[in-house]
């Protein structure tokens, strides 16, 4: 199973096999590098951002795993915290 990135999509989780969302059409692979494996927390509406277990499928040790925190929201305040937190982590 792996996730749509598109927070306005109706059904995130899709099969594995396919390129592209089943229901919203967007891309399933990230920057042609990133797939979604799994919400690491509840993906609510009213959550400003999404953070995602994903698999980095052009490492060359194979696929290795990592975090990815979506940011749902396109304000100044939200994205003045997120990239405050980037810069922290």
């Known amino acids: 199973m792996i996730y749509c990135i598109n927070p306005e999509c109706n059904q995130r989780?899709?099969?594995?096999s396919?390129?592209?969302c089943q229901a919203c059409g967007t891309d399933l692979l990230i920057y042609r590098r990133y797939r979604l494996i799994k919400p690491l927390r509840s993906l609510k509406p009213q959550n400003y951002t999404d953070v995602f277990e994903v698999t980095d499928v052009e490492s060359s040790d194979?696929?290795?795993r990592k975090v990815?925190?979506?940011l749902k929201v396109n304000s100044p305040q939200f994205?003045?915290?997120f990239l405050r937190e980037a810069f922290t982590l």
């Open 13 to 16: 989780e899709n099969p594995a």
């Open 79 to 81: 994205v003045k915290m």
């Open 68 to 70: 990815l925190k979506v």
């Open 18 to 20: 396919i390129q592209t």
């Open 62 to 64: 194979g696929e290795i």
